[in-house]
């Protein structure tokens, strides 16, 4: 069975024209230390059978920026398949964050590899927002038909309104 995972596409309308902004995760760990283009991410995690993917999303929003979602009605996105397999589904919130204060979870890896050294990272290293059109260019190849959901849903009016 294919693993599945789902989480939150963050955003806001800045300024008199209403430009979306939208908040990327750069993971972190040292496969991703150097690349930029392509490597950042919405924040999310895998869920198991049985669990709902909304609050999976919910949960891992928390765990890799160290606050809660703001309370918002949700825009669901649908859901993306990468080259693996794999299934996301997103949902996005209307809201704000300050990336200075991410709080990120961590995660043990064996590194350097074959050292038998267990070191700590942050799942999350960096957070930060991102007009659309430069959103499109750091985002994961496969993530990016959210960008373009969300950009849909906000043309025909739906907006994620407070709770």
């Known amino acids: 069975m294919a693993r599945k995972s789902a989480g939150i596409l963050l955003y806001r309308l800045k300024g008199d024209d209403r430009d979306i902004e939208i908040l990327l995760v750069h993971p ?20 198991d059978v049985g669990e709902d993917a909304y609050s999976a999303a919910l949960r891992e929003f928390e765990e ?10 949700p825009i ?4 993306i398949r990468y080259s693996s397999g794999k299934r996301m ?10 990336p200075s204060q991410l ?9 350097p590899p074959r050292s038998r050294r267990i070191e700590q990272f942050p799942e999350v290293d960096k ?12 985002i994961l190849p496969a ?12 043309r025909h009016g739906h907006h994620s309104a407070p709770k």
């Open 28 to 47: 972190g760990g040292p496969f991703w230390a150097k690349r930029d283009e392509q490597a950042w991410s919405i924040p999310k995690g895998e869920y």
């Open 64 to 73: 890799e920026l160290g606050m809660p979602c703001p309370h918002a009605v």
């Open 76 to 79: 669901d996105l649908g859901d």
């Open 89 to 98: 589904a997103a949902w996005a919130v209307a809201g704000d964050f300050d």
């Open 103 to 111: 709080r990120s979870n961590m995660f043990e890896m064996e590194w």
């Open 127 to 138: 957070a930060q927002w991102f007009a659309m059109a430069e959103a499109h260019g750091k």
């Open 143 to 154: 993530q990016r038909s959210f960008l373009d959901r969300l950009a849909e849903q906000l």
